[in-house]
């Protein structure tokens, strides 16, 4: 079974950066960010898939970027000009031979890492 381990959660104030990292034990065609902000459901951040293909929600972009190093099965979301409407659970997902979309449905997950902005 794919294991996924987030880190690099957080409290900021608004306008600060945070740079989460999600470790895979092992390689998949698509990865991806979601977040569940509190009392919301889980929405789709930004995906990449493994010819390094990005695809972002509209509310992150220009301020999220996702990356990986394939090389330590090692996804990055990098965070930008932080907003409290950012505040939330994000989620590292994984899934192999798919679209890859942040609207796609994803099989794997990890526990998760906590996101606070302040305003």
């Known amino acids: 079974q794919v294991q996924l381990v987030e880190s690099g959660g957080g409290s900021v104030q608004a306008g600060g950066s945070l740079r989460l990292s999600c470790a895979a034990s092992?390689?998949?065609?698509?990865m991806a960010w979601f977040r569940q902000p509190p009392g919301k459901g889980r929405e789709g951040v930004a995906s990449i898939d493994s010819r390094l293909t990005t695809n972002y929600a509209d509310s992150v972009k220009g301020r999220f970027t996702i990356s990986k190093d394939n090389a330590k099965n090692t996804l990055y979301l990098q965070m930008n000009s932080l907003k409290h409407e950012d505040t939330g659970r994000y989620y590292c997902?994984?899934?192999?031979?798919?679209?890859?979309?942040?609207?796609?449905?994803?099989?794997?997950w990890g526990q998760g890492t906590q996101v606070t902005v302040s305003s």
């Open positions: 997902g994984g899934d192999y031979g798919m679209a890859c979309r942040v609207t796609s449905t994803f099989r794997n």
């Open positions: 092992e390689s998949m065609f698509c």
